[in-house]
T-cell receptor, first 110, second 116 residues
C-alpha cells in the first residue's frame, strides 16, 4: 500500500525577512521548552530554550515566545539567511525527558 | 570536545539479522538518550539512562529492541531480529545534570539504518 508520511508544514521566506515558526505543545506540566534546528543529514542542534516562568527570551537573531495560557511556543528568526534553511523542532520537557513536535521546514529563497 | 559520537554512520542489513548501534556520549554527561526518527512518526524517544541505569524504556517498540550502557562512555542499541519497519535514523543524545538549566540535549549525527 501507499505509505503516508508526516506532512511537514513548510514556511518559505525571502532572504533578509523575519521568520516566525509556531508550535503547540500538549502537556500543561511542561516547564521547559527548547527549539532545535535540523539540517539535512545531521542531528538536531540546540538553538534556544525557555523556562515556564518566562514569556520571552532572546538570543542572537532568534527570539522564543511562550504563551502558557494557550500552550503555544514560537521561534522568531530575524533577517533570515540561506543557512537558516532546515527543519525546526520545538520540544517540551514534562518529566526529565524531551518530547519533540513534528517539525516545520523553513525554506529561504533569494 | 568531539561531541556525541555514533557508529556506524550507515547500516544496511537483511531482515532477520542482528543490528547493533553504538554511542559514545559527551564526557561528563550523566544522561543518555536514544531516539528514532522516521517520516511517519517523527522523533520518538526510545529509552534513556541516568548514570548508566535505564530510567524509562517505555518508548522501546517491542522485545526485539534492547539497550545497554555498561559504562559512562558507551551505550548500545540492539535490534534482534531486525525487520524492514525498523528502517529509520537512530540518534543518540547526551545531557549533563538535569534540573539545573542543563536540560538541553546534545545529539550525535545519527545512524541511518536500512533493513531490506
Amino acid at each position: 500500500g501507499e505509505s503516508v508520511g508526516l506532512h511537514l508544514p513548510t514556511l518559505s521566506v525571502q532572504e533578509g525577512d523575519n521568520s516566525i515558526i509556531n508550535c503547540a505543545y500538549s502537556n500543561s506540566a511542561s516547564d521547559y521548552f527548547i527549539w532545535y534546528k535540523q539540517e539535512s543529514g545531521k542531528g538536531p542542534q540546540f538553538i534556544i530554550d525557555i523556562r515556564s516562568n518566562m514569556d520571552k527570551r532572546q538570543g542572537q537573531r532568534v527570539t522564543v515566545l511562550l504563551n502558557k495560557t494557550v500552550k503555544h511556543l514560537s521561534l522568531q528568526i530575524a533577517a533570515t539567511q540561506p543557512g537558516d534553511s532546515a527543519v525546526y523542532f520545538c520540544a517540551e520537557n514534562p518529566a526529565d525527558k524531551l518530547i519533540f513536535g513534528t517539525g516545520t521546514r523553513l525554506q529561504v529563497f533569494p | 570536545d568531539a561531541g556525541v559520537i555514533q557508529s556506524p554512520r550507515h547500516e544496511v542489513t537483511e531482515m532477520g539479522q542482528e543490528v547493533t548501534l553504538r554511542c559514545k556520549p559527551i564526557s561528563g554527561h550523566d544522561y543518555l538518550f536514544w531516539y528514532r526518527q522516521t517520516m511517519m512518526r517523527g522523533l520518538e524517544l526510545l529509552i534513556y539512562f541516568n548514570n548508566n541505569v535505564p530510567i524509562d524504556d517505555s518508548g522501546m517498540p517491542e522485545d526485539r529492541f534492547s539497550a545497554k550502557m555498561p559504562n559512562a562512555s558507551f551505550s548500545t542499541l540492539k535490534i534482534q531480529p531486525s525487520e524492514p519497519r525498523d528502517s529509520a535514523v537512530y540518534f543518540c543524545a547526551s545531557s549533563p545534570l538535569r534540573g539545573q538549566g542543563n536540560e538541553k540535549l546534545f545529539f550525535g549525527s545519527g545512524t541511518q539504518l536500512s533493513v531490506l
